[in-house]
């Protein structure tokens, strides 16, 4: 027979390698919870993966919904508006912020040719590679009248005339607003970038004490503008759900999936 102090020594490593090894499980079993945490926080935060996961929720609504999923659609007409509201001001500031920290009147001028020469060069090309594009790949060619009718279907619409051409002049003329008030209002970007521009200009014409105040307010406008922006991006998810759940149950998802070929 075992002394009872062998004994008793026995019971004690036995214990402490049986503590031991829950220690080393449990340690273990917390390092496997903290890295699915850790894999869970950034899948909350992948915004991209969240559109993706409401567009097809989306989808299958609409299909499942038909007609009925336009109850939807106000969610994604409430995001269409917030981003709206926010793009043409964000715009302007950005010109104006940018154009006004240029500083140098004679830079600025240089500066504002090359950018209003790059907008034109730059607005050809891509009006040439759509239509080489388009003459290529026949973008509608592969769906039918029918289709068509069924997807403007539910929408108003009036027949209009063809829109008279308009020439160099015309267009050049047309990128200076004659009201920045009503460019602003209906939203015409090229006219608001090109009073953005003017305005930033101007500012940059002034004297350093003026200009660094009124840039320093500019950019704060303009960090608000991101902030604001970065708060209805939050919400995109449930405005692409409402936006697929309409499309899909009002023209079903047969048609969508004709266009997506397209």
């Given at each position: 027979a075992m002394p009872k102090i062998q004994i008793f020594g026995l019971i004690i490593a036995t214990r402490r390698?049986?503590?031991?090894?829950?220690?080393?499980?449990?340690?273990?079993?917390?390092?496997?919870?903290?890295?699915?945490?850790?894999?869970?926080?950034?899948?909350?935060?992948?915004?991209?993966?969240?559109?993706?996961?409401?567009?097809?929720?989306?989808?299958?609504?609409?299909?499942?919904?038909?007609?009925?999923?336009?109850?939807?659609?106000?969610?994604?007409?409430?995001?269409?508006?917030?981003?709206?509201?926010?793009?043409?001001?964000?715009?302007?500031?950005?010109?104006?912020?940018?154009?006004?920290?240029?500083?140098?009147?004679?830079?600025?001028?240089?500066?504002?040719?090359?950018?209003?020469?790059?907008?034109?060069?730059?607005?050809?090309?891509?009006?040439?590679?759509?239509?080489?594009?388009?003459?290529?790949?026949?973008?509608?060619?592969?769906?039918?009248?029918?289709?068509?009718?069924?997807?403007?279907?539910?929408?108003?619409?009036?027949?209009?005339?063809?829109?008279p051409a308009m020439g160099f002049w015309d267009t050049v003329i047309g990128m200076i607003p004659a009201n920045p008030i009503e460019a602003l209002a209906k939203g015409d970007i090229l006219q608001i970038i090109i009073f953005g521009l003017f305005v930033g200009f101007g500012i940059s014409a002034l004297n350093s004490e003026k200009r660094q105040r009124i840039t320093s307010g500019l950019n704060s406008i303009l960090d608000a503008l991101i902030w604001c922006i970065g708060k209805v991006m939050l919400v995109a998810p449930f405005g692409v759900f409402g936006l697929i759940a309409d499309a899909t149950g009002t023209f079903g998802f047969d048609v969508l999936l004709q266009v997506a070929n397209v």
């Open positions: 390698t049986f503590l031991g090894g829950s220690i080393a499980l449990l340690e273990q079993n917390i390092t496997f919870v903290v890295n699915i945490f850790m894999i869970m926080k950034k899948f909350l935060k992948n915004l991209g993966l969240w559109i993706i996961i409401a567009m097809v929720i989306g989808i299958v609504v609409g299909v499942f919904m038909g007609p009925e999923a336009s109850m939807f659609k106000p969610l994604g007409d409430l995001f269409i508006q917030l981003i709206k509201m926010l793009v043409v001001p964000l715009v302007l500031v950005s010109i104006v912020s940018g154009a006004s920290a240029l500083g140098e009147t004679k830079s600025a001028g240089l500066i504002g040719g090359l950018s209003i020469a790059f907008m034109i060069i730059t607005s050809v090309i891509s009006i040439v590679v759509a239509l080489v594009l388009g003459e290529m790949f026949q973008p509608g060619a592969a769906i039918s009248q029918a289709t068509v009718t069924s997807l403007v279907e539910g929408y108003e619409t009036t027949p209009s005339g063809a829109a």
